[in-house]
């Protein structure tokens, strides 16, 4: 179980745009910078988004980041084929003393 | 370039134990803590803990304490995972990532079955 809510699934169609949300709590979210992690099937994850919402080198600006309170949203704008992934937010617990990542959402493109 | 390379898919009995390596490239391997993330199969990201490269000194996230190590070799910029007693539930893809997982290694499967 963790501390960091998503959404199971999110979808559109191509072109279209997806917002994906992390819930978090003063522990974590509220208080760090939130990432965003991409697993395309059957690799590593890659990180999207780092403090918030500096995208990682070579990450195109469909991808983006924003942060309020606690809570966190990736973006993704002109949804491709190639995005269809699972999504993970991360952040650090401070109550945990930990790394915690989000339970990760399949974002589908119809 | 950063590279992350583990070593490579093992099957082991329970009870058994399993190290997993990491060697890193591309960078100087002390400036940058070393992360260590499970993946069951099906499932989630869940984070296991870390270690400081300069003082060797491993943290371990809420249940990964006790079978669970975490260690380096610094002279050949490597980090290992060892599992002890090794349990079926232990059976997933451990990854390595380096201070704020901007580098990911490619995922080691760990298969603990009888």
């Known amino acids: 179980q963790s501390v960091l809510t998503q959404p199971p699934s999110v979808s559109a169609a191509p072109g279209q745009k997806v917002t994906i949300s992390c819930s978090g709590s003063?522990?974590?979210?509220?208080?760090?910078?939130v990432s965003w992690y991409q697993q395309l099937p059957g690799t590593a994850p890659k990180r999207l988004i780092y403090?918030?919402?500096k995208r990682s080198s070579g990450i195109p600006d469909r991808f983006s980041g924003s942060k309020s309170g606690t809570s966190g949203t990736l973006g993704i704008t002109g949804l491709q084929a190639g995005d269809e992934a699972d999504y993970y937010c991360g952040t650090w617990d401070n109550s945990l003393n930990s790394y915690v990542f989000g339970s990760g959402t399949k974002v589908t493109v119809l | 370039q950063v590279q992350l390379v583990q070593s490579g898919s093992e099957l082991k009995k329970p009870g058994a134990s399993v190290t997993v390596s990491c060697k890193a490239s591309g960078y100087t391997f002390t400036d940058y803590a070393m992360n260590w993330v499970r993946q069951a199969p099906g499932q989630g990201l869940e984070y296991m803990g870390w270690?400081?490269?300069?003082?060797?000194?491993?943290m371990y996230a809420p249940g990964f304490t006790g079978r669970f190590v975490i260690s380096l070799d610094t002279s050949v910029s490597t980090a290992y995972l060892q599992i002890s007693s090794l349990e079926a539930e232990d059976s997933a893809v451990y990854y390595c990532t380096r201070k704020h997982c901007d580098s990911w290694g490619q995922g080691t499967l760990v298969i603990v079955s009888s």
């Open positions: 003063s522990s974590n979210i509220g208080n760090n910078y």
């Open positions: 270690i400081n490269p300069k003082t060797g000194n491993p």
């Open positions: 403090d918030n919402n």
